[in-house]
Every structure is written in C-alpha cells, then in structure tokens.
C-alpha cells in the first residue's frame, strides 16, 4: 500500500496524466482531494474535495473517484505507481507524435 503522504506528487501527477490521456484535458487538482488517516484502519487515505469545477462534469467526477477509490483499496506500491505514471507519459507522447 502507497503511503500517499510521503509520495503526494506522484499521486497528483497519476491523477492529472489520467485525466490527460482518457478526456484529453489539463487540470490543476490542487485542492481537489486531500490526504487524511482512517481512523479505523489508520492507514492513509485519499479524500476527494471536488470544487464546482469537477462536480459540474459527471465523467470527470466518476472517473477521478474510481481511480482515488483503485489508489486507497488496492495494494498498489510506489513501484507500480511509477511504471503506470510512465506508462501515461510514453503513451501521451505516442498520441502527439
């Protein structure tokens, strides 16, 4: 399991190259979640804090909830977030070329 404090910019980066390769859109998701500990499991978790801005387009909303629900549930490690991170980034500069 990601601990997602220590690595929150390889999180943000996931979510932003996500949203860039499925809707072909450049978001800033600063202040679109934040990272809290359950309290139950006291593990760390990603909470969505959607603004208008996300709220207002259903798909975007849906899809950016699934993938920080694939994040907190999954046993993802920093390893694995690295390679699909750079998956999206090959496979971004593949469809500019």
Same mark, same amino acid.
């Given at each position: 399991? !990601?601990?997602?404090?220590? $690595?929150?910019?390889?999180?943000?980066?996931?979510?932003?190259?996500?949203?860039?390769?499925?809707?072909?859109?450049? !978001?800033?998701?600063?202040?679109?979640?934040?990272? #809290?500990? $359950?309290?139950?499991?006291?593990?760390?978790? !990603?909470?969505?804090?959607?603004?208008?801005? !996300?709220?207002?387009?259903?798909?975007?909303?849906?899809?950016?909830? #699934?993938?920080?629900?694939?994040?907190?549930?999954?046993?993802?490690?920093?390893?694995?977030?690295?390679?699909?991170?750079?998956?999206?980034?090959?496979?971004?500069?593949?469809?500019? #070329?």
């Amino acid at each position: 399991m !990601i601990d997602h404090t220590e $690595n929150k910019y390889l999180v943000y980066e996931y979510l932003v190259l996500s949203i860039k390769k499925n809707f072909n859109l450049e !978001i800033n998701l600063f202040n679109e979640y934040i990272l #809290a500990k $359950n309290i139950v499991s006291k593990t760390r978790i !990603i909470v969505p804090t959607f603004s208008d801005k !996300i709220i207002s387009n259903p798909r975007i909303k849906m899809f950016l909830t #699934a993938l920080i629900l694939n994040l907190n549930h999954m046993n993802y490690n920093i390893t694995d977030l690295k390679k699909e991170i750079e998956y999206l980034k090959n496979s971004d500069s593949i469809t500019e #070329a």
